[in-house]
């Protein structure tokens, strides 16, 4: 295996460490909005689209790149908009 | 600047993106700081998203050397204008009781894109030597992961909108089918695995159809997966759909070697794992057990059972529940599904709040599998304007019961059933639920008695000190509520 694959590896190995510890302190009342947002955060996957859009260079792979892009845009502005519209009602004093 | 400085400054965005997501998540463990979090995290999303934008524009840039070309920038340009139009107007049109189908949706697209950005790379690098064996390993489980949440995840969000049928589905051989499907996954990855190790001599062409029949087998396991599962068990498959986007991200940030893709998607995925742990707790069964499906009616207080009233049970009128109510000290609402289904929160809220102003102490005990994903319940209280420090959950509130004078059952049935604590031989015994049965006194608004999703009787009814209110959750509540004023 070479150094570039282990150091990833390790970055993957910490990170799900560290969503452990920040996810399992949030409050039930929240899961919904944390879910949405967690959603929003696999949306990074876009940017993968945009790699694969940029070293396209036959229709097969602008096409695939292309669906690559629309569902990951999908998934970042959709899933960050509805947590925000969920998480603005919840309020301390109704209005 | 020289190249390799602009890549070292890529690189770092990528990571201050990734920072931005794991502070902004860190903030959501308060409904105070929560929405200020999920914008951290999208600064975080659109500075790794234009600055990768830039980078591809430079003409050093390793991805495409020269700079990408007129038909990379549509395509990105484009792509983003299409996707992200839609996922707009999807996230503001979406009811909150929909919102369950609405995030399995975007994570169908999200493991989508995932497998894509996996099945693209190995075209390019077939018959290549770039084609290692991690990487056809990392592009396989890519592939597999994103596939079958996407299938799977379009199925679970069709039977949430009620496009198919909630109640679990079951065909002759359904197991075989999906068994088959694992088969045909796994044989692709060894063949493709001995084939990227020099050990099984194969053309690109052969490579890229085994490639194929992996993903078809993937999706077609994801569908038969989800089928079988009932619609209140839905948190659960939810939580883990999401966590194998998750986890498909990851994959595909290993094949492509990006690691803001391989930190985000560890992220998702370890959050997705955590949730389905505390729901399938929450319910007290295994995942294993979820995921092999057949279980339930599909659809709480759907249930087909026979109309079991075992034991007595003790009709209460409105005027009666409307007296108990107005005179109390303290008051526990338990809102549960049937409540959402009945569209009855705002009602709730009503009747709350008029026996606020007569100076009674009312809190929500919410239970964690309340709704069809976790937390849901929550956010369909909070859009009914109800404070979010009256929503208590249910280890907070379960020593508050006695001390309740009297605790309004709306919708809910299996998470208030003694027999979880009592008795040995019920299906749902051992499962967490909320200790309604120690209030002083108990209504229950409910249509009849028939029973849960469980399908079983639920012993609270029979208590001595429980009122049977009979009647829709909505007008109950208003009809409780015109009766509390006119006192």
Known sequence: ????????????????????????????????????????????????????????????????????????????VGGYVVTDRMLQMFRKRPK | MSQPTIDALVFLAWLVGAAGFVLGLHQMNSPATARRGNQLSAAGMALAVVVTFVWLLTPGNPIRPGGMGFEAIAIIL????????????????????????????????????????????????????????????????????????????????????????????????????????????????????????????????TQLIALGLIVVAALIFGITLVLPIGGADMPVVISLLNSFTGTAAAMAGFVIGNPVLIISGALVGASGAILTKLMADAMNRSIANI?????????????????????????????????????????????????????????????????????????????????????????????????YPQLKEMDEVNPEFERADVALVVGANDVTNPAARTNKSSPIYGMPILDVDKARSIVVIKRSMRPGYAGIDNELYADPKTGMLFADAREGLTALTAAVKAL
């Not at chain 2, 693209?120 to 949440?149: C, M, N, Q, R, W």
């Open chain 2, 291 to 387: 995921m092999v499906g057949g279980f339930g009616t599909g659809d709480t207080g759907g249930g087909e059972g026979p109309a079991g009233a075992t034991g007595s049970v003790r009709e209460i009128g409105v005027d009666d529940a409307a007296i108990q109510l107005a005179y109390a000290q303290k008051v526990i609402i338990v809102p549960g599904y049937g409540l959402a289904v009945a569209q009855a929160q705002h009602a709730c809220r009503e009747l709350a709040d008029l026996l606020e102003d007569r100076g009674i102490e009312v809190s929500y005990a919410i239970h964690p599998v309340a709704g069809r994903m976790p937390g849901h319940m929550n956010v369909l209280l909070a859009e009914a304007n109800v404070p």
């Open chain 2, 78 to 205: 484009v792509g983003f204008v299409v996707g992200g139009g839609i996922g707009l107007w999807m996230a503001r049109k979406v009811a909150m009781t929909a919102m369950p189908q609405l995030v399995s949706l975007f994570n169908a697209v999200g493991g989508g894109a995932a497998a894509l950005v996996a099945i693209d790379d190995y075209i390019h690098i077939v018959g290549t030597p770039e084609l290692s064996i991690s990487t056809a390993i990392f592009v396989v489980l890519g592939a597999v992961i994103g596939s079958v949440t996407f299938s799977g995840s379009v199925i679970a969000s069709g039977k949430l909108q009620g496009i198919v049928p909630g109640k679990p589905i079951t065909f002759p051989g359904s197991r075989l089918v999906t068994a088959l499907t694992a088969l045909v996954a796994v044989a692709g990855l060894v063949v493709l695995v001995m084939g990227a190790a020099g050990l099984l001599t194969l053309t690109a062409e």
């Open chain 1, 1 to 76: 295996m070479s150094p570039e694959l282990l150091n990833a590896i390790a970055i993957f190995v910490l990170a799900i460490l560290v969503g452990f510890e920040v996810i399992s302190k949030v409050p039930a009342t929240l899961h919904t909005p944390l879910m949405s947002g967690a959603n929003s955060i696999h949306g990074i996957v876009m940017v993968g689209a945009m790699l694969i859009a940029a070293s396209a260079d036959n229709w097969v792979s602008y096409a695939l790149a292309f669906v690559a892009m629309v569902f990951g845009a999908a998934n970042v």
